[in-house]
C-alpha cells in the first residue's frame, strides 16, 4: 500500500533556484527516505532519515522530518538541469522489510 | 561493479503467453524486492523475498508468480493471468542491516507491453 503522499505533484523552476516538496505519511516509521529516478531509469536512494533525526544533509541536498506532523521535506539547493527528475518519497516502518512509495514530484529544471 | 542487473530491457508478450523477467545481484543482499510502476505513479510491491527458498506476496500479487532458489537470483513471472501487464518493472535489493536502517537499490527496470 502506497502510504507516503508528495505534494506537489509537479514543479518547474529555473536553473539556480531552489525546489522544495514534502511528503506526508499516515503510520509509525522507522526511518523516512528519498529517491531519485530518471526517465526510463530505476530509482537512485538520495538520503535515509531515521526517525529520531530532525534534519540531515547531503551536498545539496536538505531533509527535514516531523514525526510530530507525519512529514518530511526535501529541499534541492542551486539546481542544475542534471536535477530533472521524479523525486519519491518512501517510508519504512517498524518491524518491516517493506517500503511504501509515494506517487513521486516531477522536477523540471529549465536552463 | 557491485549491482543490480535487469533483463531485457524491453519485452513483448503475445495474448495467453507467459514471460519470465530477469533480476540479478551481486551485492550479496538477503532481500529482493519486485515492483510494478504504471505512468506518472509509484511503486507498488508485487513480491518480495527476505531470504533464499522463502518469499511473500506484496500489495498486487494476483497474475505474478516469483521464485527464489539462489541468493543472488528473484526472476519473476508475469502469467497469462495478469490481465493489463503493461507496465515497468523495477526489482531491487537490500540488507537490512542493524534496526533496518538501509536503503533498497535498484536495477534499471524492464518494460514490458502488449503485442
Known amino acids: 500500500s502506497q502510504q507516503g503522499e508528495e505534494d506537489p505533484q509537479a514543479l518547474s523552476i529555473q536553473e539556480g533556484e531552489n525546489a522544495t516538496m514534502n511528503c506526508s505519511y499516515k503510520?509509525?516509521?522507522?526511518?523516512l527516505q528519498w529517491y531519485r529516478q530518471n526517465s526510463g531509469r530505476g530509482l537512485v536512494h538520495l538520503i535515509l532519515?531515521?526517525?529520531?533525526?530532525r534534519e540531515k544533509h547531503s551536498g545539496r541536498l536538505r531533509v527535514t522530518l516531523d514525526t510530530s506532523k507525519k512529514s518530511s521535506s526535501l529541499l534541492i539547493t542551486a539546481s542544475r538541469a542534471a536535477d530533472t527528475a521524479s523525486y519519491f518519497c518512501?517510508?519504512?516502518?517498524?518491524?518491516?522489510?517493506?517500503?511504501?512509495f509515494g506517487a513521486g514530484t516531477t522536477v523540471t529544471v529549465r536552463a | 561493479d557491485g549491482g543490480i542487473t535487469q533483463s531485457p530491457k524491453y519485452l513483448f508478450r503475445k495474448e495467453g503467453q507467459n514471460v519470465t523477467l530477469s533480476c540479478e545481484q551481486n551485492?550479496?543482499?538477503?532481500?529482493m524486492y519486485w515492483y510494478r510502476q504504471d505512468p506518472g505513479q509509484g511503486l507498488r510491491l508485487i513480491y518480495y523475498?527476505?531470504?533464499?527458498?522463502?518469499?511473500q506476496k506484496g500489495d498486487i500479487a494476483e497474475g505474478y508468480s516469483v521464485s527464489r532458489e539462489k541468493k543472488e537470483s528473484f526472476p519473476l513471472t508475469v502469467t497469462s493471468a495478469q490481465k493489463n501487464p503493461t507496465a515497468f518493472y523495477l526489482c531491487?535489493?537490500?540488507?537490512?542491516?542493524?534496526?533496518?536502517?538501509?536503503?533498497?537499490?535498484f536495477g534499471d527496470g524492464t518494460r514490458l507491453s502488449i503485442l
Open positions: 523475498s527476505q531470504i533464499v527458498n522463502d518469499f
Open positions: 532519515i531515521r526517525s529520531n533525526e
Open positions: 551485492l550479496n543482499h538477503d532481500a
Open positions: 531491487a535489493s537490500r540488507n537490512p542491516g542493524q534496526y533496518n536502517n538501509q536503503p533498497q537499490h
Open positions: 518512501a517510508t519504512d516502518p517498524w518491524g518491516d522489510y517493506k517500503l511504501s
Open positions: 503510520t509509525s516509521i522507522n526511518n
